[in-house]
Structure formats: C-alpha cells, structure tokens
C-alpha cells in the first residue's frame, strides 16, 4: 500500500500517471477523501502525473491526538513530495484542500507552478461555528452532524434523487475518524489569510458555487478573486462540492486555466503533437512529406487551428471526438476523413463496439444509408487490421 511516514505520522498516498509529466496535487474537503476527485481523473492523467493524499485525520492516513493547524496540514504535503522527489507541482484544493493552497502560496511559493482554489475561503466562519460541530462530534460522532452536511456539500437536487456521488460522500464522511475531523476542524477554525492574500503570487484560478451554503461566493469565492493578483474566477451550478456536484464543468475550467500556458504559446506545436496523437506518425509525415508550395499553408491552418485549437481543447478526452468527428463524417457523407479517423481510432483504442454505437446515432439522425455505408467502411478496415 502507498504510506509514508511524514513526522511520525502515516501518509496514504497515490501516484498516478506519466511519469514525464509535471505534477498536479489533489487536496480534498473537510470530511472527505483522496477518492472525492475520482471524476476528474481520467481527464487529468491525460496531461499530468496526479498525486492524491488523504490529509492527516481522514481516510487511511493517520490520526494524530489532539487540534492540528492548517501550517501542519500544508507542511504534511511538502514532506510527502518531498519523500517523492516531487520539486514543484500545481495544486488543486477544495475547501480545505484550497486553505491548504493558500498557505503554501503564501510560506512556500517556490513549490507551487499554478493552484485552483474551489469553495475555499480566507477565513471560515466563526469560532463558535467551529466550537458547535466539534463538539457536536464529539458529544455524538460523525453521525451527529451527516445530514447537515450533506445538505451544505450537495444540492437539495442531488441529495433527492440519491445521487452516486452523493451517496459515496456520505459513507466516506461517517467512516471518518471522529478525533482526526475535530482535529481538522481547529485548523479550519483558525485560518484567517485575509490580510495577506495580495502577498500571493502564484497564479490562481478561484473556482466557486452559486448556491454554496458553507463558502457562498459573494463572501469569499469573490473576495479570494479580488484580492489575488491576477487571479481568474469560474462560478458553477451546485452546492459545497462543485467537483462533484458539475464534474465535467469542473475539469474543463480547471484543465483550461492550468494548461493554458503551455498550450497558448504556440498553437501550430501543440497541433502538430496533437495530430500525430490521433492520427499517427506515419500518416502526419506522409502529409508533411507530400505537401507542395500550393498546399503548404493549408496543411499549417489545419494543424494550428483544428488540432492545435480545438482537439487540444481539455473539454473533451480523444476518444469522445473521434466518435463524434465519426458520426458527423459519416451523416456527412465525407468518407475519406470517416475512414482515415476510423482506421487511425482502431489504431489507438476505438473498439468495434464503439463504432457500432456511433454509427446506430448516425442512423437515426442522419438517416439509414449513411449508417450503411459507414458500417460496411468499418468492416473493412476491422477485417484490414486484423489481417494486418
């Protein structure tokens, strides 16, 4: 199992990705956690080598007696990317994962590239706030506080149509270490970066909820926005848990902000690299190889705008637009791209299975002889790769 010991205490750790990729750290919510950014997984290994951790007090890491303050629980990241010989990494923080961010942004620049702060706060209510839920906890466990903080972590939509996400969180919150959400709860309590936070100056992206109960935005998502030095903001649908409560839209903005400085500064790069992701090396250089003084800037607009600008968009993963790039293809009746994106899909990943699915829609919206067509196209390039 992945656990370092980091200070006497035991850290679960995991991971994951490329390792030539830069880092990302994930830091989770209050009552959470590594597992509450599950949804954003699959897209963000796609550009970064991902380190989830379960901060002290929660999940499988240790649970150290006694009230813990947001410096140990920011200095506990450090140890555990130090022990992974991990120098500088982007962050991403929810709630107390964001409280996290804003102290090492602030005693620990130097390790930060860029950091999402997500239904965060400078400071958090009020200390008879947080003296009321420890208490509450420890007068009666988790359990004493579940509902509520449901209803403050989802909306009231989520929560009734019982909710997947909705569902896990709540198993995670009332599995949670009683002594070690306490002890959290003191470091929430005593947070207050609200006159230091023009001192900051990496680059930050402020992710909010319009109907957050435990950070509304106008109180802090908006403050945080405007005192961070050029920072950039994004308000989304939903409750506490914006990540879970709007995943897609949550990955988009975060993938978008945290990408944009390596993909913006050179569009015809970024496009060629993209190119020979979906369609081959092979291919991209018979295209470079045969292009002439008539063709050469049309080969360069579609390499800076369609694979540099669009397909390298973080809004949708590869194969969603090669099924879709295959569908309108095919209603199009432009078969010599459909076959050229269907045989360089099988090639990297497309199933026959998945080509049966987008040709079905194709058939009921573009009508059956399009769908026809495309099926016997795909038969022939299943029956060429198999001889192959």
Known sequence: MPFLNVDDIRLFYRLEGRTD??????????????EMWAPQMPDLLDH???????????GASGVPQGDYTIEQ??????????????????????????AI???LALHAPARLTSMVLANTAAKFGTTELWETRRNAVRDGGMAAIADLT????FSPEMLARGDAFAQSTRAVFLGTDPAGYIGCCAALRDVDHRAVLGKIRVLTLVIGSDSDPSTPWAENGAVLARELPGAKAVVLPGAHLSNLAR??????????????????????????????????????????????????????????YAWGAVWSRPGLDQRTRRLLVLAITAAMSRWEEFRLHLRAGLQH??????????????????GVPAANTGFHIAKEEIDRQVRS
């Open 21 to 34: 990729l830069p880092v990302l750290a994930l830091s989770h919510s209050l009552g959470c956690d590594h």
């Open 48 to 58: 970064f080598q991902v380190l989830r951790f379960d901060t002290r007090g929660h």
């Open 73 to 98: 629980l920011a200095r506990d990241l450090l140890a555990l990317a130090d022990a992974l010989r991990i120098d500088k990494f982007a962050l991403c923080g929810l709630s107390m994962g964001g």
């Open 101 to 103: 961010g804003q102290w």
């Open 150 to 153: 449901m209803q403050r972590f």
């Open 247 to 304: 995943p897609r839209s949550f990955t988009a903005a975060a993938l978008q902000f945290l990408l944009t400085k390596d993909t913006a500064t050179d569009s015809l790069e970024q496009g060629l690299r993209v190119r020979r992701q979906v369609l081959g090396d092979e291919h991209v250089e018979r295209s470079m190889a045969s292009a002439t003084e008539l063709t050469r800037d049309f080969q360069e607009l579609i390499t800076r």
């Open 349 to 366: 990943g497309l199933e026959a299975c998945d080509l049966k699915e987008a040709l079905l829609q194709a058939a009921i919206y573009a």
